[in-house]
């Protein structure tokens, strides 16, 4: 594979599992250097690292809890201080809890705006003041951030219309800088959050154009498209990688 993200500096936030993990591999295949965060999962990220090590690459994994958003700064400096710089931004890390309106449990919806919403605003707050021209932001949101597709999930739904604004808003803030600001929306993709088995699976198939669930490589695949030389007049859009979920 060409290197087309050399001398580059990423930070991927989730990147210990699925659709993050996936990332931070396409990312240093291509090769950047490679920051990520996860939460619960050390032994995972750890693995990780040692595997894009193992593989002549470069890449740090830091414990920084999503749920406490004003401390994600902290992980900005600590980003700078190892690796120098920072180009890329992805903001991955992400939860879904369901429930109806009049239902769902108050800390239910406190805990996904923390960990969708606030730790976006957060650490991309941070970053982008170290950021220099050419800085890519790239923000996973959803299908689920454009339109509702059926009961029980209105406080996700809520949390990705607001990544999709930040979006929006902040290309318009930071094109006078030359920095990118995107989203990637994902439709029904293999991980541990949205597994392809059982009855779910069957409705979220059907959803799609293609009938299938995505991998979490798809995905990761059009970060790298964004984050790379070929997307340097695109900013404030987003890319439906849903299978046609959202046509
Ligand atoms: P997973 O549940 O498989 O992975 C979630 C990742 O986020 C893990 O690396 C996890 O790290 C991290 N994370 C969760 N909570 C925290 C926290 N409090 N602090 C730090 N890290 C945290 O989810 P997916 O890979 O499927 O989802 C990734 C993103 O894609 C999310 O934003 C999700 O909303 C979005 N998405 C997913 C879809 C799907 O079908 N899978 C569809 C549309 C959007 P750790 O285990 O270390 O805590």
Redesign the pocket.
Known sequence: MSKPLAQKVALV?????????AIVRRLAAEGAQVAF??????K??DALVREIRRHGGRARAYA????QPKLLPRVVKRVLKDFGGLDILV??????LGGKIGEIKAADYEQVM???VD?VFHLTNAAVRVMGPGGRIIN?????GERATGPDMSV?NAS?FAVAGFTRSWAKDLGGRGILVNAV??????????PETGAHADF?RSMTALGR??R?EE?AGAVAFLAGPDATYITGATLNVDGGWNA
Request: aromatic letters at 8%; charged letters at 15%; proline letters at 4%.
């Open positions: 936030t989730g990147g210990s599992r699925g659709i993050g993990a965060t996860y939460g619960r999962s050390r995972q990220a920084a809890d999503a749920a903001n991955n890390a992400g939860v879904f923390r960990i969708n730790a996973i949101g959803s299908v689920l996700y990705k929306q994902p439709g029904p993709i293999h991980t541990e959050m949205n979220m669930y995505g979490t995905v």
